[in-house]
């Protein structure tokens, strides 16, 4: 059953680079948003560091969103869905082994450039870090919150919008204790702790969450 784990996220893997990848186009989403907010706010870098970690952590949230609609969907237009669904590995486990490569190829890159990103808003070192941090411990929520969505459009052409629609208000939780952490690193009233601990345990929850509703929702698609 591991070896299949492995060899299904490899396959997604795989997928995701010949194709050019949804995390590449998060990357350049994410510092679109990134780029263009300080052009909006103008030349003050105090207000810049201040609501910098609310600006990388909106960019992350939207970023993510950049081919989610996929993750079901293109297995279910081919017929791999139904085959990955008769096969001895738990539905579950299949949820699991796509949301863990989607998170490869997209949450985890934009915690690794969030730091690079951060000089853009103006952040010191201990902002950049307790940004990447936090997004490293935030952004399986999100994908796994996603995945919810994915599985109930999987049959929907086009239903990129309405899974933002269904999705977005979920993650709202993840971006709040996000950014919550990340301002306590640098000088808030709370410890980082506390904030990064609610972030891990929304992770942990949106995890078995994610995964047997992704999977109950695929069923029902049947």
Same mark, same amino acid.
């Given at each position: 059953?591991?070896?299949?784990f &492995?060899?299904?996220v490899?396959?997604? $893997?795989?997928l995701?680079?010949? +194709?050019?990848?949804s995390g590449?186009?998060g990357?350049?989403?994410f510092?679109?948003?990134?780029t263009? @907010?300080p052009f909006?706010?103008?030349?003050?870098? %105090?207000l810049l560091?201040?609501i910098?970690?609310?600006?990388?952590?909106?960019?992350?949230? $939207? =970023?993510?969103?950049? /081919?989610?609609?996929?993750?079901?969907?293109?297995?279910?237009e081919?017929?791999s869905l139904?085959l990955?669904? =008769?096969?001895?590995?738990?539905l579950?486990a @299949? @949820?699991?082994?796509?949301?863990?490569?989607?998170w490869?190829?997209t949450?985890l890159p934009?915690?690794?450039a969030?730091?690079?990103?951060?000089?853009?808003?103006a952040?010191?070192?201990?902002?950049?870090?307790?940004?990447?941090? #936090?997004?490293? +411990?935030?952004?399986?929520a999100?994908t796994?919150? !996603?995945?919810?969505?994915? =599985?109930?459009?999987?049959t929907?052409r086009?239903g990129?919008?309405?899974?933002?629609?269904?999705?977005?208000? &979920?993650?709202?939780p #993840?971006l709040?204790? /996000?950014v919550? =952490?990340a %301002?306590?690193?640098? !000088?808030?009233?709370?410890p980082?702790?506390t904030?990064l &601990?609610?972030?891990?345990a929304? #992770?942990? +929850?949106?995890?078995v969450? /994610?995964?047997?509703g992704?999977?109950?929702a695929?069923r029902? /698609?049947e």
């Amino acid at each position: 059953m591991v070896s299949a784990f &492995l060899a299904l996220v490899r396959r997604d $893997l795989v997928l995701s680079a010949r +194709v050019g990848g949804s995390g590449w186009l998060g990357l350049v989403f994410f510092l679109m948003i990134v780029t263009l @907010v300080p052009f909006g706010l103008g030349p003050d870098l %105090n207000l810049l560091a201040r609501i910098g970690p609310a600006i990388l952590w909106i960019g992350a949230v $939207l =970023a993510t969103l950049i /081919g989610l609609d996929r993750l079901f969907q293109a297995d279910e237009e081919d017929g791999s869905l139904d085959l990955m669904t =008769a096969s001895p590995l738990p539905l579950e486990a @299949v @949820v699991l082994a796509k949301v863990t490569a989607h998170w490869l190829t997209t949450g985890l890159p934009l915690a690794i450039a969030a730091p690079l990103f951060g000089l853009l808003v103006a952040l010191d070192g201990v902002g950049m870090a307790a940004v990447a941090a #936090t997004l490293l +411990v935030g952004t399986p929520a999100l994908t796994f919150i !996603g995945a919810i969505g994915a =599985a109930l459009t999987a049959t929907i052409r086009r239903g990129g919008l309405i899974l933002a629609i269904l999705v977005l208000p &979920l993650m709202i939780p #993840t971006l709040i204790f /996000g950014v919550s =952490a990340a %301002n306590a690193a640098r !000088g808030g009233d709370i410890p980082f702790t506390t904030p990064l &601990l609610m972030l891990a345990a929304i #992770t942990l +929850v949106s995890a078995v969450i /994610g995964t047997v509703g992704a999977a109950l929702a695929l069923r029902q /698609g049947e």
